[in-house]
């Protein structure tokens, strides 16, 4: 079964710097993406970047491209999302997802069935 349990996140002033991790059991395929979505109120859920499990191919939304980054420690089994320069708008829940495909910008659409989900932690941006 799979299990993601996200940590990190916070509270943190616009400019400031927070991480968010994913720890990740349970996935028996060896191809797989994990990625984070994020959910604001009153706004659709939005694919935030994706990594895949064998190699170092990665995808970001532009809304984050430059600012956030995505790595993973497979000895933890665990995502990060290293987020600099945060924005107000980056005010959101942020989930951490698991698919058995390769990550591409394809697999951060937001209608896209993911194989598992994350309980959500909250990052806020305001001053």
């Known amino acids: 079964q799979v299990q993601l349990v996200e940590s990190g996140g916070g509270l943190a002033q616009p400019g400031e710097s927070l991480r968010v991790s994913c720890a990740a059991s349970?996935?028996?395929?060896?191809?797989?993406?994990i990625a984070w979505f994020r959910q604001a109120p009153g706004k659709e859920r939005e694919g935030v970047s994706c990594?895949?499990?064998?190699?170092?191919?990665?995808a970001y939304a532009e809304s984050v491209k430059g600012r956030f980054t995505i790595s993973r420690d497979s000895a933890k089994s665990t995502v990060y999302l290293q987020m600099n320069s945060l924005k107000p708008e980056d005010t959101a829940i942020y989930y951490c997802?698991?698919?058995?495909?390769?990550?591409?910008?394809?697999?951060?659409?937001?209608?896209?069935?993911?194989?598992?989900w994350g309980q959500g932690i909250q990052v806020t941006v305001s001053s």
């Open positions: 997802g698991v698919v058995f495909l390769s990550c591409s910008d394809y697999v951060l659409e937001p209608d896209i069935e993911y194989d598992g």
């Open positions: 349970g996935i028996i395929v060896d191809y797989y993406a």
């Open positions: 990594i895949s499990s064998t190699d170092t191919t990665t």
